[in-house]
């Protein structure tokens, strides 16, 4: 009888034992889903630019579709660190998140230049920049080049970028010594053309060009620059875009930050970015083509560069990238990558 009254209260120690865990469980389950996570998410763009504004309607998004788990703050480029220092800000958690483009990391790693961007086309759309980038060898050195710190959630399109002069260009002749604020890997290109490249920091460049300091800018897409009041202090819009058609953002988040986010908040955080990356691309190049007709409307001229020229162009920029292929494992992978694409989609 004893025994068998142990054994009782033995299964009823067990059953309040169960009951206990799975109320905590549920417990822990439901302060999960009423945790709200605030992210810092670092841009590249000044407040006024697309670079920044076009990157509100992913914090709209995330906001909307997690129902107010998951906040992001966006802040303005260097406001949370520079530019060229997003790896390891957003490896040390000085923010959470950042929405960046290689063409600031390539003193971090060279192969960076190319990841961004192949200067001088053909490449010129959003689908085919997406063939590219999601070829699984482009996405083996996406992962290389950020490192263990970093979670890469998806890439984005920028609109091609928009090249402002002070003087015209109708052919390659009239690079030849012109003062251009680009960045790398595009100022090897304009090197190779015989102009002068430096680079300037994006708050600067309205003050360069007032001042002379530069006479043409490569910055951004039409509204971009359009936002920087960029054709108050130019005459001349060159095209078409070769510089920069188009380039690679890249969303990353630091590693223990995005682990540490329940799993449906990934999934939000992860369609939210893709849905985000149309959006950027599309509402950009629309609102490029408004601000394109007020800079024409303001007094700027187009400069059309002939088939002929642009051939120039492109075998320059060629030569430049096959150069920096030959620097390093990563860049020679992407230089590759690129190559079968164009062959892929038909150039």
């Known amino acids: 009888m004893r025994e068998k009254r142990i054994s009782t209260m033995l299964r009823l120690a067990i059953v309040i034992s169960v009951f206990a865990v799975t109320l905590s469980y549920i417990d822990s389950a439901e302060a999960a889903k009423s945790k709200v996570y605030r992210w810092k998410l670092s841009t590249y763009g000044t407040p006024s630019d697309w670079e920044f504004l076009g990157i509100k309607y992913l914090c709209e998004k995330v906001k909307e579709m997690s129902g107010g788990r998951l906040i992001l703050k966006p802040f303005p ?9 997003v790896v390891a800000g957003v490896s040390k958690r000085l923010s959470e998140m950042a929405v960046t483009v290689g063409a600031y990391l390539t003193g971090f790693h060279p192969a ?32 290389t080049l950020y490192g263990p710190k970093i979670h890469h959630i998806a890439y984005g399109v920028n ?8 003087r015209p260009i109708n052919n390659v002749a009239d690079f030849k010594g012109l003062l251009v604020r680009s960045c790398a890997p595009r100022d090897r290109m304009f090197v190779a053309l015989g102009a002068k490249p430096t ?14 300091t530069i006479e043409a800018v490569d910055k951004g897409n039409y509204s971009t620059v359009y936002g920087l009041r960029l054709h108050e202090v130019t005459k001349y819009i060159i095209e078409p875009p070769f510089v920069c058609p188009p380039s690679v953002m890249d969303y990353i988040a630091n590693k223990k930050a995005w682990d ?17 990356a149309v959006h950027f691309f599309t509402e950009g190049s629309r609102q490029g083509f408004e601000a394109r007709k007020k800079m024409m409307e303001y007094g700027l001229k187009v400069c059309t560069l ?12 060629r030569s430049v990238c096959k150069k920096i292929a030959s620097k390093n494992e ?9 190559l079968a694409t164009l062959k892929e989609i038909g150039y």
């Not at 230049?113 to 050195?141: A, D, W």
């Open 330 to 338: 990563q860049s020679a992978e992407l230089l590759k990558v690129y």
């Open 306 to 317: 002939p088939p002929g020229e642009m051939g120039k162009i492109y075998e320059a920029s």
């Open 260 to 276: 540490s986010l329940p799993s449906d908040l990934q999934a939000i955080l992860r369609e939210a970015v893709i849905s985000e």
């Open 112 to 143: 960076f230049g190319l990841h961004c961007t192949f200067p001088g086309g053909p490449i010129s759309t959003f689908y085919e920049e997406m063939i590219l980038v999601q070829n699984s060898q482009f996405r083996k050195v996406t992962e």
């Open 159 to 166: 609109p091609p970028t928009a090249f402002l002069s002070k």
């Open 199 to 212: 680079y300037i920091a994006t708050p600067e460049i309205y003050t360069a060009l007032h001042l002379g």
């Open 77 to 85: 480029v260097g406001q949370l660190y520079p530019p060229t220092d």
